[in-house]
């Protein structure tokens, strides 16, 4: 295990592993943290991951911990490592098992005290709308052509479908579709998980919240989100579904027998990985986008079906019921980018698990109107606290192959959440408190409490603090919708 005596202090909110910790790094290992947020995960193998991860071949840079960092598969959720295009390797572990899983923002001007009364019911509507729960189906059921359409054109075919708008798509992280996609390197079994789950929430952390801005820190940037306080918003977080996780099952098996035909050494057989060029390497690249543009179809849908509540709910009540699309971001990504790493121009694939592409401004790719402002970040809090908007930076583009936080991240594993608190007395809490609550299980709203996750204020201060995000706004709860 590493211990706290093991890192090198650079500030308050950023620590370092050298690479003199253990003989088979290739990088250093930087972690964005205080050190309570640090003392906060001394009990899991978050830091110990981060090395291993280190190890990897082709890495350039440093590998990142995020504030946010907590156990995961192989690979911390809150890292961030980028590896040389195309020699270096990519790893599923490093991108995680729910892929594209990510935060749609939408807004509206719609003023909280004028629909306080309604919220209970626009709470319901949206629970009938957007199907949740595990395994769950949705209100489509496609046949292979049709997802294999999705799995090339991701929100793309909702537009054609009539599901999206272009302003939609043009406030999407890739504007909604990742190119590349190979539908014929997906599996059958992940088809057949696919075929009914397109426009589903799920269960575990994923949720769809409404929320009223609360707080303002950025105004220029919040204009042009369109984020006005007092108003609602919905937050969406949902990925690819049992589609993606079968994905990633698929190419974690295969890549066991990868490590060896290329005589790839890994401290750890979770981190399992192929050279993007190898023929193993260029497969899973174009299921993982595969999966990528499944999740920005079902996010679209969602938001789609998020509408028709509001408009059920509202309607006739309210003179503009319509949300607009701020933004949609990913955190389950292994990403094709240009960054500049010890001053040298470099193409590189970025893995980010539990941790979002914060693209500072003047980023090409990046809508016209970010540009001045920088890419929106969306950091989603524990249920029944706040959430937060963000802006990726200058600094993020130096020190962080542009990403940041993802969100507040676990203190505390489901099974012992659900040990620690009734999921009866946390929806009473909750509704005391004013949120209303939809949720398909007691025992799934307890894995969720908000005790079982680190501060998210004090995450983000923390990324603020390091340079590598700016606050625009404070979002808080009204109504939630879980699986």
């Known amino acids: ?26 990088v250093p290992v930087h972690i964005f943290a205080t050190r309570e947020l640090l003392e906060a995960i001394a009990g899991d193998k978050s830091l110990e991951q981060a090395v291993n991860a280190a190890t990897l071949p082709g890495l350039v840079g440093r590998v990142l911990v995020m504030p946010d960092m ?45 629909v306080s009364a309604e919220l209970e019911d626009l709470a319901a509507a949206l629970n009938r709308h957007c199907p949740s729960g595990v395994g769950v189906s949705g209100h489509y059921r496609l046949n292979e052509k049709e997802l294999e359409q999705v799995m090339r054109e991701g929100a793309h075919w909702a537009l054609k479908k009539g599901f999206a708008s272009e302003a939609d798509l043009g406030r999407t992280e890739e504007f909604g579709r990742m190119q590349g996609a190979d539908p014929t390197k997906v599996s059958q079994r992940a088809k057949q998980r696919g075929s009914h789950q397109v426009g589903t929430l799920g269960a575990g952390n994923h949720f769809i919240e409404v929320e009223v801005v609360d707080q303002i820190f950025d105004q220029e940037a919040a204009q042009v989100m369109g984020l006005r306080e007092g108003c609602l918003t919905l937050m969406i977080h949902c990925g690819s579904r049992g589609f993606g996780h079968q994905i990633c099952t698929d ?21 399992v990985c192929a050279p993007m060029n190898s023929p ?8 993982m986008h595969a999966a990528a543009n499944f999740a920005f179809a079902n996010r679209q849908l969602l938001a789609h079906h998020a509408r028709q509540a509001f ?20 955190h389950n990504m292994g990403k094709v980018e240009n960054h500049t790493v010890d001053g040298k121009a470099m193409k590189v694939c970025v893995h980010r698990k539990g941790a979002t592409r914060a693209f500072g401004p003047g980023t090409p790719g990046l809508p016209g109107e970010f540009q001045k402002i920088g890419q929106p970040v969306l950091v989603p809090g524990s249920m029944g606290t706040a959430s937060c908007v963000l802006v990726g930076t200058e600094g993020s583009m130096a020190r962080s192959f542009g990403s940041t936080c993802h969100g507040a991240g676990r203190t505390m594993s489901r099974s012992k959440a659900k040990k620690t608190v009734r999921g009866s007395e946390l929806r009473e809490e909750l509704e005391a408190r004013g949120i209303h609550v939809q949720a398909g ?43």
């Open 1 to 26: 295990m590493v211990a706290l005596t093991d890192l090198k202090k650079i500030s308050d909110v950023e620590w370092e592993i050298p690479t003199s910790y253990r003989g088979d790094m290739r």
């Open 70 to 114: 907590h156990q995961g598969y192989g690979f911390p959720i809150g890292g961030v490592a980028a590896t040389e295009y195309p020699e270096g390797v990519i790893s599923p572990g490093a991108i995680g098992y729910d892929i594209n899983c990510g935060v749609r923002l939408l807004a509206s001007q719609i003023e909280l005290e004028k």
């Open 251 to 271: 190419y974690v098996r295969d890549f066991q027998s990868a490590v060896q035909r290329y005589r790839i050494q890994l401290p750890d057989r979770e981190l």
């Open 280 to 287: 193993e390497g260029k497969a899973y690249m174009g299921a």
């Open 311 to 330: 408009e059920e709910s509202l309607a006739g009540r309210v003179k503009n019921w319509h949300l607009h699309q701020v933004y949609d971001i990913a």
């Open 441 to 483: 299980s007691l025992p799934g709203l307890a894995e969720e409490a908000p005790q079982a996750y680190k501060d998210v204020d004090e995450v983000v201060e923390t990324v603020a603090k390091a340079g590598i995000a700016r606050k625009v706004a404070r979002l808080r709860p009204v109504a939630v919708v879980k699986g």
